[in-house]
């Protein structure tokens, strides 16, 4: 489901600091998308690939009445999540991980001048989230592939720092700093 096989490879590295055993990476269909992610990471003991289609999910309650999955996996005393593939197979996961594909939304960078990256978001360099447009700072989930809260308000915060030291540079005539 992952449409980017760098970005499939880092979820994975996160994923299977959770795993208990390994990671499979779901490419609902897609045998080109799971060809290119072994491609992007090399053959891995951590990880594998598989494209069937999904049909659906179902959430197991923990009730103890689950089936175990055609991997052994779910043994039926712990909840997780039964993917059912549109073949009618199945296999139990403990938990899923997903990092949906994002689009900024708004006109705002291109009618400022700002460049976008490959991803779509806006293009800043140093550490306060400035662009390529002078006097025009980014910040939040906008300029960063790190969608997360915490990340966004601390991006924020230093994109403020960025401007007012550029407003006391200019203001006194002195050189960038940084």
Not at 71 to 97: N, P
């Amino acid at each position: 489901m992952l449409a980017v096989p760098a970005l499939a490879v880092h979820m994975a590295h996160m994923a299977a600091q959770l795993a208990p055993q390994r990671v499979t990476i779901y490419t609902h269909g897609d045998p080109a998308l799971a060809a290119a992610i072994i491609a992007a990471s090399g053959p891995h003991p951590g990880w594998m690939t598989d494209a069937r289609a999904i049909a659906r999910l179902e959430l197991l309650d923990g009730s103890g009445d689950e089936a175990e999955g055609e991997d052994g996996s779910g043994d039926g005393k712990e909840g997780g999540i039964v993917i059912v593939f549109a073949d009618g197979s199945r296999v139990t996961e403990g938990f899923l991980a997903h990092s949906p594909l994002t689009a900024v939304r708004g006109p705002w960078a291109e009618q400022l001048g700002c460049g976008r990256t490959r991803a779509g978001d806006w293009e800043v360099r140093g550490m306060f989230g400035e662009t390529g447009v002078a006097g025009v700072y980014a910040a939040g989930d906008c300029m960063t592939p790190l969608k997360v809260a915490a990340n966004a308000v601390a991006s924020g915060a230093t994109a403020g720092a960025g401007v007012a030291v550029r407003l006391q540079e200019e203001r006194w005539g002195l050189e960038p700093l940084f």
